[in-house]
């Protein structure tokens, strides 16, 4: 399952959720369902414009978690 790390970066980042909504510009539902990722899908525009916001790299927005043969969750970065 491919999964966005924006919650994750702004923390790191200390930066709040409210912040992050006033510099995307977008509706506030729409980014809270990106943070929580119970989004369905995201464009190249809105992955471009998150890395920017961010100072970040795709690679470090998205993750790919993966279920082996015994239901073992593992974490592999795209």
């Known amino acids: 399952m491919v999964k966005l790390r924006?919650?994750?970066?702004?923390?790191?980042k200390?930066?709040?959720k409210y912040w992050f909504i006033n510099q995307?510009?977008?509706?506030?539902?729409?980014?809270?369902?990106?943070?929580?990722?119970?989004?369905k899908s995201i464009s190249f525009d809105?992955?471009?414009k998150i890395c920017h916001i961010?100072?970040?790299?795709?690679k470090d927005l998205i993750y790919y978690r993966?279920?082996?043969k015994n239901n073992e969750q593992n974490l592999k970065w795209i």
């Open 54 to 58: 961010l100072d970040v790299e795709p």
């Open 24 to 39: 995307m510009g977008s509706e506030h539902q729409y980014i809270s369902k990106l943070l929580k990722n119970e989004t």
């Open 46 to 48: 809105t992955i471009d």
């Open 14 to 16: 200390h930066k709040s």
């Open 6 to 12: 924006v919650a994750e970066l702004l923390k790191q």
């Open 66 to 68: 993966k279920e082996d």
